[in-house]
């Protein structure tokens, strides 16, 4: 049977020089939690309602970039939260499905990154449906490291 300390050694997140073990990198640990529970997205880190998206584009402060906008505001809930918007002009079903698809994933991977109690709206702009997948989660990176900046003031 696999221990907890070789999956870690084998995703690269963890390095054992000599007696302790070191994170390679942030790690979200929660006792009790297990190597899935760090990775996880739960419905409590959704946004789901209606009345919520209308708060936030009500109230919201706005990040811009060319593929996305991204509106942001301090959460009613525990930890960030995450809600994605994609309109019938970008294009059919499986293409707003594969940008929804890969936003909730660069968000799953890299939430650890944002600090605070914040609740984000993403909003995908028209043209997304033609970029790569690596084009997109360039184009988050950019949201989550300005989100970050902002909440963080600096």
């Known amino acids: 049977m696999i221990g907890l ?7 690269g997140l963890w390095k054992n020089p ?8 942030p790690i979200i640990w929660v006792q009790g939690a297990t ?10 880190e959704r946004i789901l309602k209606r009345p919520e998206f209308i708060r936030l584009s009500k109230y919201g402060k706005k990040i811009v970039n ?3 906008l991204a509106l942001y505001l301090p959460g009613r809930g525990e930890s960030l939260r995450l809600g994605v918007t994609v309109t019938k002009k970008i294009g059919h079903a499986p293409a707003r499905n594969r940008i929804k698809r890969l936003t909730r994933e660069y968000f799953r991977l890299n939430r650890h990154k944002v600090t605070g109690n914040c609740d984000v709206n993403i909003i995908v702009k028209k043209g997304v449906a033609q970029l ?6 360039s184009s988050l990176q950019y949201i989550f490291d300005e989100l970050h900046r902002r909440l963080n003031n600096y």
């Open 5 to 11: 300390e070789q999956i870690f050694i084998l995703h």
């Open 18 to 25: 000599g007696e302790a073990w070191v994170p390679l990198g």
């Open 35 to 44: 190597y899935l529970d760090v990775y996880t997205f739960t419905k409590k």
């Open 66 to 68: 060319r593929s996305f």
């Open 132 to 137: 790569s997948s690596s084009e997109i989660f």
